[in-house]
């Protein structure tokens, strides 16, 4: 009878169990095909009128299908898009029901005389409450053996001291730094431990920087071959061919395994070629130049910026993320901080690792954003304004006047999106009230900021210019 672990809403999953105190990750070649080295599979579904397929054979042909290459990232984000094959009509809770349908049929296949008695399912730390028991009531219909649903920075912070060796301290506090192929997330958690339960506590904001890293590399490599066109304008056969590329000079880096690696990309239908050796240093090289770490630090230094700590303050940083395992990231970011730790080479694993291997505890993770307008009902509502630099929350009853003014970045290229929620509400299950353009006002010399009238009621954001002066409005609630 074995305790099992799964990751659920990242690029890759993984399933394993406990066996001997140790995590041990498990093959499915149903999910990862004949012949893949890891056990991590593509968290992808494709529906068909014939057949439904998960992991990583699931690819998108076009052609008479529902292809959805997150299913996690979807569950999250894309509740209320209706997806259609041959007039059946799916919303997302259906196909996530299919997922773990072919899920829990490749687990009973394989575990007929050592059945999954127990599962912890690890989502990310962004999934509502909401979202939360949508999942567990999915995988209750199905009847999914799932005793508990962790987060990600839990997880993750408890593998890491249990690969480590180390114990839980009363007092401690880590940065989570979370790369994937499309964004970067940054958190800071302070941790309390006590008669067995561990609180986090969020310090400051979580920052999250849609970056595709990916769209970027593309651009970089088709630029350097004289390729005039764009990625989305090259023949499907190229794309494949310099996406195969891409991909094989990331595998040959990823967790440190090869010194050197050639890169390759031939482009039959355009007729470009390249042909290097790259060296771990000019992995790194290759990530300052398109701007990759770049954007890295960007977001790192406005999560510190925005909590009670600095550079020196932070002990301990835990990696997540797909993109976070290739070599030169992770190595860099420590000795930017002078930290002396273990590199998390195998990030998933850790993860399940420290899912399962805690019987005893109980876990509670304290947002600060849940904690806005403490002694007003809780059924006050708040706005909300959402960029891709920093967020910012006001309760609705605490914007007497103003709020502080928020300046405008010059790289700032997009919308600021206005929400109206209740107290404690993630984004996910707030009403978007106003997407508001700011790319005319990008230049660093401008700054927003919510200003409550004198009627008590109606809500205005303002745009100042750098000497303080008006120069628009626009009435949000």
Known sequence: MGKYAMTFGSVYNLIGEMDDKQFKPKKYNTLIKYGDASAKFYSRIKITDKDIVVGNSATNNGQNEIYISNVGQAFKDDVEKKYTINNKKYTINDIVIEYFKYIKKELDNHQQNDPVNSMTLIVPYEYSQTRKQELKNILTSISFRVDQILEEPIASYLGYLKHTNQKIKNKDSFMLISIEDDNIKVKIFDIEYQNEQLIFKLDGNSFNTSFSFFNTLRKYFLEIMNVNVSYNKLS???????DTGINDLLKDFDSRKNDQANLYIGLSDIGAEYDNDFSKDMIIELFEKTGVMKNIYQTIDECIDQSHKTRSDINKIIYTGNISTIFGIQEKINRDFNLKQDLMLDIDELTCLGGVSNDNLTYKIEDHLKQIGIGISKKVKFLRTVTTFKPM???????????LKKKIPASFNGKLG???????????????????????YNDGNHSFALERKADGGSVTLIIYNKDGSVIKEYNVL
Do not use: V
């Not at 499907?236 to 310099?242: E, F, H, I, M």
């Not at 006001?394 to 006047?401: F, N, W």
């Not at 206005?418 to 005319?440: P, Q």
């Open 236 to 242: 499907s056969t190229d794309q494949d061919l310099l």
């Open 393 to 403: 929350l006001s309760s609705y009853s605490s914007i007497k006047t103003q709020s």
């Open 418 to 440: 206005i929400y109206e929620g209740y107290n404690g509400a993630m984004i996910s299950d707030c009403t978007l009230l106003k997407n508001i353009d700011l790319s005319g």
